[in-house]
């Protein structure tokens, strides 16, 4: 027997002796960006591809110097602390520490004041991530030059679609650009219901929304309604009156609820779509949080929140044409009182989300429920 | 686990029929210089790759789960030393773990589809896959107590298992540079490369027996796959993965 206990032992030792020294990291993030210069007049938003730096509108953009943390080990190229021209987009490449990896990053650098408040959803490029095209709806000028991308959940979806198998197809993804605009092309939201059990434990539902702020690339899957950052970015230095447009309202058949057993989670039994616009304190929100953006948990009931422009439900019902829709702005009760002085110097950000399903950040709604809609057009006063 | 029960009731309906004149048979057995053997043991081992790759970084737990062997085992003798063995075993390998890996490639599936890409936390694996296994040993005796043997196997896969799921980490999609995808809590996604294996695996078999009385002997057989236990066109696995398995029961000797 002793043999045996050997030879057991000599295969205990070859499998749990030899872990090998850890091999370089293969990730080619950049962590975090400042600018030397600090002109930062909020936190950079840092995406998969893409950073945003918002920057007081004295800044002489042509002479910015970027400094980056990266994932350990990675390299950039042009490198950390050297001072480059941003008054076009630049384009930064990580190295992965292993040299395997390689991923582009585009910094865009804008001034506050340079806010869009007329929306067509005319134009939408394809992203394609592990295999799969989604639409980005864009806004443009009168020279097509893209002044604004819409965030949505899409990128969320993707998994869920790789696990549903559904087809290389935009038009499957919650939100995307429909061609049957009331003027050109529109925005179109549908819910849509992930099979796969793991997705759906968490996100049973993935309602399509559109909205100004940005959809985090890092998803905590238990968290899915943490990633979708309403107003992030979105410096508004006016004062909101209203959020005016079309739409079009199917509501799904069946109405499904993300925990049926926990009666408080949910207050209605059928789908209906909502469109509202958020007017918020984002510098002081920061001051106390860290974050300048609201999420699927608090957008509707933050207590930074000065003004906010919302339908009665009553109000938001179906329609199978174009229909004209007038929300306007309202003092927020128990949210923060409005400050002149820091309104105009812009303090406040402000965020305009639009859903296929009322409850759709906490997933519940019918699926097929869908959300057109166009030419929408924010109204704002400058002398106040 | 239901085809399992079947595969060991038909041996063991073989061997209960093989030996209704045991007398007879025992004598005769003798005279030609014969073992007839029949062996029940346990499996206990690893389906590992060998040596471990750098994407794993450390072994959290090791279970080789309550795994029985089942076979029947005949050595022709030739002289006072040699002999050659052969039969057949009904061999259950199987094991679960839990293991840190880092930049992982995996393949997560529970619904029609799957996503891909590399995954970063915890995998919890289980094995357990069932072989018909055939070695051909050249047989050798230390002395009327102790005899060694060695040679190749074949076996076939009878029922298959080779799954888990992925836990406390994150999964970058497509590639270490997609998007990220972290799982904290209760998170957890599964994966399943059963259908992936291969059915036909061959290796070497180590044995050592130990003769407690005429009947008696204490078996301890090292199986050693040679050959990846997935199909050669299976890539989500960067790493080739081996059998690994020792048996220690008892043998009774007709």
Known sequence: ?384 | MKKQIIYICTLLLLFAAGSQAQNNFSQKLRQHNIDFELKASFSIGGTSPLPLPEEIRSIESYNPTLSLSLGAQVTKWFNEKWGLSSGISFDTKAMKTKAEVKNYRMELRDGGGLIKGNWTGMVQTTVNNSYFTIPVMAAYRLSSIWSLRMGPYIAFLMDENFSGYVYDGYLREGDPTGPKRIFTGDATASYDFSDNLRNLQWGLQFGGSWKVNRHFRLNGDLQWGMNDIFHSDFNTITFNMYNVYLNIGFGYIF
């Open chain 1, 1 to 384: 027997m002793k043999k045996f206990y050997i030879i057991l032992c000599l295969i205990a030792t070859t499998i749990s002796s030899c872990i090998k020294d850890e091999a370089p990291n293969a990730e080619a993030d950049i962590v975090s960006c400042t600018l030397k210069e600090d002109v930062l007049k909020r936190p950079p938003i840092i995406e998969n591809n893409k950073i945003s730096l918002m920057v007081n509108k004295e800044t002489d953009l042509s002479s910015l110097t970027p400094i980056f943390e990266l994932t350990p080990g990675a390299t950039i190229n042009p490198p950390s602390n050297e001072s480059n021209n941003f008054i076009i987009p630049q384009v930064y490449t990580v190295t992965s520490e292993d040299g395997k990896w390689k991923k582009e990053y585009t910094i865009y650098v804008t001034k506050d004041k340079e806010t869009i408040t007329h929306y067509t959803f005319d134009t939408y490029t394809s992203k394609e991530e592990s295999g799969r095209h989604y639409h980005i709806i864009q806004e443009t000028d009168d020279f097509g030059a893209i002044t604004m991308e819409w965030a949505s959940g899409n990128s969320g979806f993707v998994t869920a679609a790789g696990m549903d198998g559904l087809a290389d197809d935009p038009t499957l993804f919650p939100t995307y650009s429909g061609e049957d605009g009331r003027d050109g092309r529109c925005a179109k939201m549908v819910t849509r219901k992930p099979k796969s059990g793991f997705v759906s434990i968490f996100a049973p539902i993935a309602a399509g929304n559109l909205f100004i702020g940005t959809f985090g690339e890092e998803v905590d899957i238990t968290k899915p309604a943490v990633a979708t950052h309403f107003g992030e970015g979105n410096i508004f230095p006016y004062y909101p009156l209203s959020i005016e447009g079309y739409y079009k309202y199917k509501a799904g058949p069946k109405w499904t609820v993300k925990n049926p057993q926990n009666g408080t989670d949910y207050e209605n039994t059928t789908d209906t779509w909502d469109i509202y616009g958020v007017f918020y304190d984002a510098a002081q929100m920061y001051i106390d949080t860290q974050k300048s953006y609201l999420d699927g948990y608090n957008v509707l009931t933050s207590p930074y929140i000065v003004m906010i422009a919302r339908l009665p439900r009553a109000e938001r019902k179906e329609a199978s044409e174009w229909t004209p829709f007038y929300i306007p702005f309202k003092k927020f009760e128990g949210g923060t009182p409005l400050d002149i002085e820091k309104l105009k110097r812009g303090d406040y950000n402000l965020a305009i989300v639009m859903s296929s399903s009322e409850e759709g950040a906490i997933f519940n709604g019918a699926e097929n429920s869908t959300l057109c809609v166009d030419d929408v057009e924010l109204k704002f006063s400058e002398d106040f």
